[in-house]
């Protein structure tokens, strides 16, 4: 079946500008979850939903981030007035519910912002 | 809180060499246990896991034994090929759940022919 996916695969855009970036979980998986890969930090998480709500938001750099998930399946992650700081690659994975250890990846969005 | 530390690469290796990427976790209870893999050019994928103490994870000819004693997860392989040239992150889970996957920084490995 299909895997995660998410787009754009690459984003481009000017600082102060605000992104949406998206992801479409593996069908009948609850749980989603956003992270950010970069050079300096790694892979960090950001956050994760189960089902659409989001218990856990901790990992979210600022309030210029938010995310959101309809219908217990697509979610957004928004990023408002974009820094350079932002520039990374934002990666989705999914899994059955939060209980089950194994979670599946997307390819990721490359954010860069001049 | 939950840390992952992972040898720091590049490592570099011949074909059919001996590998070993040193995995060690810090964590309350018993949290599962993964390697991901990274290819040039694609996502994250899931190469192996663990999810209790004397587990043994493998695939691929990778394996990894959950060590609890020595809280580590080392990732090894008996000869490499030119294709396994990837990123590798090593990943915990806590304990009854997966809210959030906690990674190592990477070991980028690259094997020559």
């Known amino acids: 079946g299909a895997g995660v996916s998410q787009s754009p695969s690459n984003k481009v855009t000017e600082k102060g500008k605000d992104v949406e970036l998206r992801c479409d979980p593996i069908s009948g998986h609850t749980a989603l979850y956003w992270y950010r890969q970069s050079l300096g930090q790694g892979l960090e998480f950001l956050i994760y939903f189960q089902g659409n709500s989001a218990p856990d938001k901790s990992g979210l750099p600022s309030d210029r981030f938010s995310a959101e998930r309809t219908g217990g399946s697509v979610s957004t992650l928004t990023i408002q007035r974009t820094q350079q700081e932002d520039s990374a690659v934002y990666l989705c994975?999914?899994?059955?519910?939060?209980?089950?250890?194994?979670?599946?990846f997307g390819p990721g969005t490359r954010l860069t912002v001049l | 809180g939950d840390s992952v530390t992972q040898m720091e690469g590049p490592v570099t290796l011949s074909e059919e060499a001996f590998l070993t990427i040193n995995c060690t976790y810090t964590?309350?209870?018993?949290?599962?246990l993964f390697w991901y893999v990274q290819y040039p050019g694609e996502g994250l994928q899931l190469l192996l896991k663990a999810t209790k103490a004397d587990d043994k994870g493998s695939n691929k000819g990778f394996e990894a034994t959950y060590r609890k004693e020595t809280t580590s997860f080392h990732l090894e392989k008996g000869s490499v090929q030119v294709s396994d040239s990837a990123v590798y992150f090593c990943?915990?889970?806590?304990?009854?759940?997966?809210?959030?996957?906690?990674f190592g920084k990477g070991t980028k490995l690259t094997v020559n022919p």
């Open positions: 994975a999914s899994s059955l519910t939060v209980l089950t250890d194994t979670q599946y």
């Open positions: 990943a915990l889970a806590a304990q009854g759940g997966s809210e959030k996957l906690v």
């Open positions: 964590a309350t209870g018993y949290p599962s």
